[in-house]
């Protein structure tokens, strides 16, 4: 069982950054693929951005140069640094992560909005 904590949500103005957290518990968290993943209101979850227990990561079309993951093996964490953001950022932010040969697990989400 992998438990997932995100953190760093919140209200932005257009143009400005936020860096969610998500953290995890377990002992095997650095062979985990982690993730992000996204759902606006009225649309299907999206994939964000992934990072592999190597380090190759991999984004969505929409976020690429806008947006950073990164992941501290030391600290069980990911992070999602996101800058210059737009109004259709705006969704619920949910973390992953990816065990070899099991389940996915899920976190809660956090909500992040952005708006003038």
């Known amino acids: 069982q992998v438990q997932l904590v995100e953190s760093g949500g919140g209200l932005v103005q257009p143009g400005g950054s936020l860096r969610l957290s998500c953290a995890a518990s377990?002992?095997?968290?650095?062979?985990?693929?982690m993730g992000w993943y996204h759902q606006a209101p009225g649309k299907q979850r999206e994939l964000v951005a992934v990072?592999?227990?190597?380090?190759?990561?991999n984004y969505a079309d929409s976020v690429k140069g806008r947006f950073t993951i990164s992941r501290d093996n030391a600290k069980n964490t990911i992070f999602l640094q996101m800058n210059s953001l737009k109004p259709d950022d705006t969704a619920v932010y949910y973390c992953?992560?990816?065990?070899?040969?099991?389940?996915?697990?899920w976190g809660q989400g956090t909500q992040v909005t952005v708006s003038s």
């Open positions: 990072i592999t227990s190597g380090g190759t990561t």
């Open positions: 377990g002992s095997d968290f650095s062979i985990y693929t």
């Open positions: 992953y992560a990816q065990p070899p040969l099991l389940r996915a697990y």
